[in-house]
């Protein structure tokens, strides 16, 4: 039942965390020890997570944590312990184990030849998608995402998860993200663990995401674990490297628009590390030097200016052997500029993020991990026409504190909770307009705050070898004007029927307190963030998923997936609202509710010289409005039927491998109007041409579908490594819609309207690109 939550009392939520992490090992007598410790890669030093630590010939075995920390509860005795990582060697020690016992490890990166190791890995992983009760989750590392091929050579990691089921992309090279239904502004994104608002460059044709800088990126579609907050369709958890322990590295790339460069290296060797890492775009460059050589042309249009750069650091530091502090900052930022005689328009958006985390180890079993973090998201629009200016400004900025305790008693029991607290500051919609006479002098806009918290426990606990449990509830709230507090439990399950069947289900209830309020008839990414307050109340989603997971002989993963979501309070604008220096915006505002269901499925195979996945999403997503589309129920603009993507990685020998991706999906649902009235006061003068709207959203644009090609050819440097990455994007020049327009058509004498004709505009012909890679 769909309720919020007046008051909560906490001792309540205390109750349920005793309940949640004391009951179950209360039955515990069985005395025993606990190997524990660190797996780190030999080559950087950098922790591995999500590793594997397992008893060989038993179904005993764990998974390393974020800090690449292990602890495995055995019974006193001899036993021979298997370390393994995808890309890894795996390594075998033999142990006798009397008492607790702490052993660090570091894995050697597997040979390429040795095929069998990374056969081995890859099954661990699949073992591993088998036995967990999470489900909904799509992980992705750099190294992978780096062989596909990308718009322009640039490897985004972001465009490549929307090539798995259940997240869709908003259209033409666009890196947006829109899971099971819900919209672009309800994805929770995290970078070492600090919130990043806009995670889009170029117009969101590309992520702010610099491969080289990141580990990795897990994205949760549904059974969020109860440590995640504030959104209501997915949370997409990026994590940094940490950087070399052990030597120097220079890593970067020159591509057609754009270049990167790495910097790492050990601070103190084995003790802390550094990394660094910068990216530009440089058409600018190209454009500023024709439209100077075309300045003296007085019918030449200036090409606008536009230009990104991202900028991310990180230092890790081991202060002892239970003790590491972790400092992360992102600087990122977009400037588009057109400027004539008259006229000189600037547009800028970028996001401010840094974080500082304290890991400490209280013993073997029980560990914490602290972080604050600030993150600012702004953009502004100033324009000058002749002697007058304006400018349009929104920002919001946020100040974090969390704290997160793991507590892993023994190999069936996994205990998480902790609690944080968010401070926001909005600025909507600024607008300052004025002349330089001073004739004109116009402010207008509203800034508001709110103060966000959440407290949270979970436990995973297997009953037994074939049925696993994991349960927790969080406890959110907001403050503005008006307090909303309200309770999100979450519950997922996994039963094993053999070695390589699984069934799963869970269910989910997020709460989200800040509310994007985007001009859908803008042509710029006008984007406002707004909180909640006495007029707009939070909103909310309910999620359930059940689905089936299959390992065949090893090296093919199936799984399928079907779920339902409804989301209530959904906020859109009215027609024609004013969202610019408006002081009662909350009257533009309509509210409404929303659902989406569909079925997912994906084949996944990563062994052998031919790799790949298959994803298959069949999907409805639906909103209702009572003041929109005369209350009657229409689909959202991402509804798609149908979103197939195939993906074939091939090695053709140790230096040459190709891939490919396709890539079809429904078209964009989207409003046309079926007739127009036409309308001249005096014969003579202009027309007035007015449209005739039916139901919202009832037309499609045509189906999207596409094929990229890649070649990825390994040089041979005297030192490092480098390599020469050739991609095809779109390669049979398919003209996939962007959007649609009308024409209107007259007569050649008499100037009379006699009709209208739709135009669709494309964006991206086959466009090949080059990047040269390299490593020293």
């Given at each position: 039942?769909?309720?919020?939550?007046?008051?909560?009392?906490?001792?309540?939520?205390?109750?349920?965390?005793?309940?949640?992490?004391?009951?179950?090992?209360?039955?515990?007598?069985?005395?025993?020890?606990?190997?524990?410790?660190t797996l780190r890669s030999a080559g950087t030093g950098e922790p591995l997570i999500g590793a594997s630590v397992a008893v060989v010939g038993s179904s005993s075995g764990v998974i390393t944590n974020e800090s690449g920390s292990?602890?495995?509860?055995?019974?006193?005795?001899?036993?021979?312990?298997?370390?393994?990582?995808?890309?890894?060697?795996?390594?075998?020690?033999?142990?006798?184990?009397?008492?607790?016992?702490?052993?660090?490890?570091?894995?050697?990166?597997?040979?390429?030849?040795?095929?069998?190791?990374?056969?081995?890995?890859?099954?661990?992983?699949?073992?591993?998608?088998?036995?967990?009760?999470?489900?909904?989750?799509?992980?992705?590392?750099?190294?992978?995402?780096?062989?596909?091929?990308?718009?322009?050579?640039?490897?985004?990691?972001?465009?490549?998860?929307?090539?798995?089921?259940?997240?869709?992309?908003?259209?033409?090279?666009?890196?947006?993200?829109?899971?099971?239904?819900?919209?672009?502004?309800?994805?929770?994104?995290?970078?070492?663990?600090?919130?990043?608002?806009?995670?889009?460059?170029?117009?969101?044709?590309?992520?702010?995401?610099?491969?080289?800088?990141?580990?990795?990126?897990?994205?949760?579609?549904?059974?969020?674990?109860?440590?995640?907050?504030?959104?209501?369709?997915?949370?997409?958890?990026?994590?940094?490297?940490?950087?070399?322990?052990?030597?120097?590295?220079?890593?970067?790339?020159?591509?057609?628009?754009?270049?990167?460069?790495?910097?790492?290296?050990?601070?103190?060797?084995?003790?802390?590390?550094?990394?660094?890492?910068?990216?530009?775009?440089?058409?600018?460059?190209?454009?500023?030097?024709?439209?100077?050589?075309?300045?003296?042309?007085?019918?030449?249009?200036?090409?606008?200016?536009?230009?990104?750069?991202?900028?991310?650091?990180?230092?890790?530091?081991?202060?002892?052997?239970?003790?590491?502090?972790?400092?992360?900052?992102?600087?990122?930022?977009?400037?588009?500029?057109?400027?004539?005689?008259?006229?000189?328009?600037?547009?800028?958006?970028?996001?401010?993020?840094?974080?500082?985390?304290?890991?400490?180890?209280?013993?073997?079993?029980?560990?914490?991990?602290?972080?604050?973090?600030?993150?600012?998201?702004?953009?502004?629009?100033?324009?000058?026409?002749?002697?007058?200016?304006?400018?349009?400004?929104?920002?919001?900025?946020?100040?974090?504190?969390?704290?997160?305790?793991?507590?892993?008693?023994?190999?069936?029991?996994?205990?998480?909770?902790?609690?944080?607290?968010?401070?926001?500051?909005?600025?909507?919609?600024?607008?300052?307009?004025?002349?330089?006479?001073?004739?004109?002098?116009?402010?207008?806009?509203?800034?508001?705050?709110?103060?966000?918290?959440?407290?949270?426990?979970?436990?995973?606990?297997?009953?037994?070898?074939?049925?696993?449990?994991?349960?927790?509830?969080?406890?959110?709230?907001?403050?503005?004007?008006?307090?909303?507090?309200?309770?999100?439990?979450?519950?997922?399950a996994n039963y094993r029927f053999n070695e390589t069947l699984s069934l799963k289900a869970s269910y989910t209830r997020m709460f989200q307190y800040v509310h994007l309020v985007s001009n859908s008839g803008a042509s710029l990414?006008?984007?406002?963030?707004?909180?909640?307050?006495?007029?707009?109340?939070?909103?909310?989603?309910?999620?359930?998923?059940?689905?089936?997971?299959?390992?065949?002989?090893?090296?093919?993963?199936?799984?399928?997936?079907?779920?339902?979501?409804?989301?209530?309070?959904?906020?859109?604008?009215?027609?024609?609202?004013?969202?610019?220096?408006?002081?009662?915006?909350?009257?533009?505002?309509?509210?409404?509710?929303?659902?989406?269901?569909?079925?997912?499925?994906?084949?996944?195979?990563?062994?052998?010289?031919?790799?790949?996945?298959?994803?298959?999403?069949?999907?409805?997503?639906?909103?209702?409005?009572?003041?929109?589309?005369?209350?009657?129920?229409?689909?959202?603009?991402?509804?798609r039927r149908h979103d197939l993507s195939v993906v074939v990685i091939h090695e053709l020998s140790k230096r040459l491998s190709t891939t490919a991706t396709f890539v079809y999906g429904t078209g964009n649902a989207y409003s046309?109007?079926?007739?127009?009235?036409?309308?001249?006061?005096?014969?003579?003068?202009?027309?007035?041409?007015?449209?005739?709207?039916?139901?919202?959203?009832?037309?499609?644009?045509?189906?999207?579908?596409?094929?990229?090609?890649?070649?990825?050819?390994?040089?041979?440097?005297?030192?490092?490594?480098?390599?020469?990455?050739?991609?095809?994007?779109?390669?049979?020049?398919?003209?996939?819609?962007?959007?649609?327009?009308?024409?209107?058509?007259?007569?050649?004498?008499?100037?009379?309207?006699?009709?209208?004709?739709?135009?669709?505009?494309?964006?991206?012909?086959?466009?090949?690109?080059?990047?040269?890679?390299?490593?020293?």
């Amino acid at each position: 039942m769909y309720s919020l939550v007046k008051q909560v009392p906490i001792r309540l939520f205390l109750l349920l965390l005793t309940v949640f992490g004391l009951t179950p090992f209360a039955a515990q007598a069985q005395a025993q020890v606990s190997l524990s410790g660190t797996l780190r890669s030999a080559g950087t030093g950098e922790p591995l997570i999500g590793a594997s630590v397992a008893v060989v010939g038993s179904s005993s075995g764990v998974i390393t944590n974020e800090s690449g920390s292990y602890t495995l509860s055995v019974a006193p005795g001899t036993y021979r312990i298997q370390f393994s990582y995808l890309g890894f060697e795996n390594l075998i020690r033999e142990i006798r184990l009397r008492g607790n016992t702490r052993l660090n490890v570091e894995l050697q990166p597997a040979n390429t030849q040795l095929n069998e190791v990374v056969i081995e890995s890859d099954r661990n992983r699949f073992q591993e998608r088998l036995s967990t009760p999470q489900m909904s989750v799509e992980t992705l590392t750099s190294r992978e995402a780096k062989l596909l091929p990308a718009l322009f050579g640039e490897v985004d990691i972001v465009k490549t998860l929307q090539l798995k089921p259940g997240i869709q992309s908003g259209g033409e090279g666009t890196s947006g993200l829109f899971v099971r239904g819900g919209s672009n502004d309800q994805n929770l994104v995290l970078l070492d663990n600090a919130l990043v608002y806009n995670p889009s460059h170029l117009f969101g044709f590309f992520s702010v995401f610099n491969p080289d800088a990141v580990r990795g990126v897990e994205l949760y579609k549904g059974g969020f674990p109860a440590q995640f907050g504030g959104r209501l369709s997915s949370v997409l958890d990026v994590s940094m490297r940490d950087g070399n322990r052990k030597e120097y590295d220079v890593t970067g790339g020159l591509g057609l628009i754009a270049s990167r460069l790495t910097v790492e290296g050990p601070i103190q060797k084995d003790k802390s590390s550094f990394i660094v890492s910068g990216r530009r775009t440089y058409v600018d460059v190209f454009t500023r030097m024709i439209n100077k050589a075309q300045e003296d042309d007085p019918d030449w249009s200036p090409i606008p200016d536009y230009y990104f750069y991202d900028f991310n650091a990180k230092a890790t530091f081991e202060l002892g052997p239970d003790d590491r502090l972790f400092f992360s900052g992102y600087y990122g930022r977009d400037f588009f500029n057109f400027a004539d005689e008259n006229f000189n328009f600037n547009f800028f958006w970028g996001n401010r993020v840094a974080s500082a985390r304290w890991a400490h180890q209280f013993n073997p079993k029980f560990f914490v991990n602290t972080t604050f973090s600030a993150s600012n998201y702004e953009y502004e629009i100033a324009n000058k026409l002749d002697i007058f200016s304006f400018s349009l400004t929104s920002n919001i900025t946020d100040l974090t504190l969390q704290t997160d305790f793991e507590y892993v008693p023994n190999e069936t029991h996994h205990l998480r909770f902790g609690a944080s607290g968010t401070d926001h500051s909005f600025v909507v919609g600024r607008l300052e307009a004025g002349s330089e006479d001073g004739s004109v002098d116009v402010q207008a806009g509203n800034s508001y705050s709110g103060q966000e918290f959440g407290l949270y426990a979970s436990h995973d606990w297997s009953f037994t070898p074939t049925f696993t449990l994991s349960y927790g509830l969080r406890l959110s709230g907001f403050r503005n004007e008006k307090t909303f507090m309200g309770l999100e439990p979450r519950v997922s399950a996994n039963y094993r029927f053999n070695e390589t069947l699984s069934l799963k289900a869970s269910y989910t209830r997020m709460f989200q307190y800040v509310h994007l309020v985007s001009n859908s008839g803008a042509s710029l990414p006008t984007d406002i963030w707004y909180p909640s307050s006495p007029g707009v109340k939070p909103q909310v989603s309910d999620q359930v998923a059940i689905g089936l997971t299959k390992l065949y002989k090893d090296k093919y993963l199936f799984s399928t997936e079907a779920y339902y979501k409804t989301m209530k309070r959904q906020l859109d604008l009215r027609d024609g609202a004013q969202i610019f220096g408006n002081p009662v915006l909350e009257e533009e505002f309509v509210f409404g509710k929303g659902e989406s269901y569909g079925q997912e499925f994906y084949v996944e195979k990563k062994d052998g010289k031919t790799t790949g996945w298959i994803g298959y999403t069949l999907s409805w997503t639906n909103r209702t409005f009572p003041d929109i589309n005369n209350g009657k129920t229409f689909p959202t603009r991402f509804d798609r039927r149908h979103d197939l993507s195939v993906v074939v990685i091939h090695e053709l020998s140790k230096r040459l491998s190709t891939t490919a991706t396709f890539v079809y999906g429904t078209g964009n649902a989207y409003s046309l109007p079926v007739q127009r009235f036409i309308f001249q006061d005096v014969p003579g003068e202009d027309y007035t041409v007015i449209p005739v709207y039916t139901e919202r959203n009832s037309f499609r644009l045509a189906a999207y579908h596409r094929l990229d090609l890649g070649l990825v050819y390994k040089l041979r440097p005297k030192r490092g490594a480098s390599d020469l990455t050739f991609s095809v994007y779109n390669a049979y020049n398919r003209r996939n819609p962007y959007f649609v327009y009308f024409e209107t058509l007259k007569d050649e004498e008499t100037e009379q309207i006699t009709g209208f004709v739709a135009k669709q505009v494309s964006l991206f012909p086959v466009i090949p690109s080059v990047t040269y890679n390299f490593k020293f």
